[in-house]
């Protein structure tokens, strides 16, 4: 339940201004159907988490096993001070070519998602929480819809509500502070 739990609120947070939420506002924005937009998101989201989440497990049973609790616990840190850095919606990562508004958002939202923080996220999530694999992708799947459904049902209004910086902050604080809970095991075991 904790990997969970974790992965949710982490992955919430830190969607919040991501890349990938200023993706479904565009696609809300451009499509103004937003089932089919939330499905490609859901459906993209557990394809790209699954396999970070896999890549993060396979990590951590590699022979690293001595260095991997540090190695995850500084990864979290350096999320949390990536989060600080807002981030912007490149040219380039809008789609080009009409497939509708699911295969569209599937494609695109996959692709953006790719190299994202929260991707990074759940990766170290997958180290960290070896055991419960499935439990971090059901839960970064759910932060990413918590995060992305109000964005595609609600666009610019939720925007006006929700103050960027500080939910950087906070996510940023969960970051650092679940590496620094990890390191303070670490040291104490």
């Known amino acids: ?49 699954a396999l970070a989440a896999w890549v993060g497990h396979f990590v951590s049973g590699l022979a690293l096993t001595t260095y991997m609790p540090w190695i995850v616990a500084v990864a979290f840190i350096a999320l949390g001070l990536w989060i600080l850095i807002p981030d912007k919606m490149d040219d380039d990562e809008a789609p080009k070519k009409d497939y509708g508004p699911f295969i569209t958002t599937l494609i695109a939202f996959f692709l953006a998602e790719m190299g994202d923080k929260t991707q990074v996220a759940t990766v170290f999530l997958g180290a960290r929480y070896e055991d419960a694999f499935v439990w971090v992708v059901v839960g970064t799947t759910l932060g990413m819809m918590l995060a992305n459904v109000p964005a595609v049902l609600f666009g610019d209004k939720v925007l006006k509500i929700v103050p960027m910086k500080v939910v950087r902050y906070v996510a940023s604080a969960l970051f650092i502070a679940i590496g620094l809970f990890s390191v303070w095991q670490i040291v104490s075991a």
Do not use: C
């Not at 919430?12 to 103004?32: C, M, N, P």
């Open 1 to 49: 339940m904790d990997a969970f739990l974790n992965s949710t609120a982490l992955v919430a947070f830190s969607e919040i201004g991501d890349k990938t939420q200023l993706l479904a506002l565009i696609l809300a924005a451009r499509y103004h159907k937003s089932i089919p937009i939330i499905w490609g998101i859901f459906f993209a989201t557990i394809a790209n988490h």
